[in-house]
């Protein structure tokens, strides 16, 4: 049985997009609890050469969008650096402050 590229690239991207909503809604509530602006974890690098999370969510995201338009025979578009934050990323930053 012949089973398509595409059923295997799109579950696996869709489930670890997920798990990083997941993860990026778990820094929501840790920064919420810890009474802390959570763009503090948004532009936070566990390394001092690494790039800021904002920028690594937005890399898998262009990563799982030009893979799947690849495999679909689409154009990709070029990624832009002064994108708008992903869905997770703006519901973080929009995060009251009560500090």
Same mark, same amino acid.
């Given at each position: $049985? !012949? #089973?398509? $590229?595409?059923?295997?690239?799109? &579950?696996?991207? /869709?489930?670890? =997009?997920?798990?990083? @909503?997941?993860?990026? &809604? !778990? ?6 609890? +810890? !009474?802390? &602006? %959570?763009?503090? =974890? =948004?532009?936070?690098?566990?390394? %001092?050469? $690494?790039?800021?999370?904002? +920028?690594?969510?937005? #890399?898998?995201?262009? #990563? /799982? !969008?030009?893979?799947?338009? *690849? =495999?679909? /025979? *689409? @154009?990709?578009? /070029?990624? +832009?650096?002064?994108? %708008? %934050? @992903? ?6 930053? *929009?995060?009251? @402050?009560?500090?």
């Amino acid at each position: $049985m !012949k #089973i398509p $590229m595409h059923a295997f690239s799109v &579950e696996v991207f /869709a489930n670890t =997009l997920g798990n990083l @909503s997941r993860v990026l &809604e !778990k820094g929501l509530a840790h920064a919420t609890l +810890r !009474k802390f &602006e %959570p763009g503090v =974890l =948004l532009a936070a690098r566990l390394a %001092p050469d $690494m790039l800021p999370l904002t +920028r690594q969510v937005q #890399i898998a995201c262009d #990563i /799982a !969008k030009n893979s799947v338009a *690849r =495999l679909a /025979a *689409r @154009s990709r578009r /070029a990624s +832009r650096t002064t994108r %708008p %934050p @992903s869905s997770s990323c703006a519901r973080a930053s *929009r995060a009251p @402050s009560t500090t």
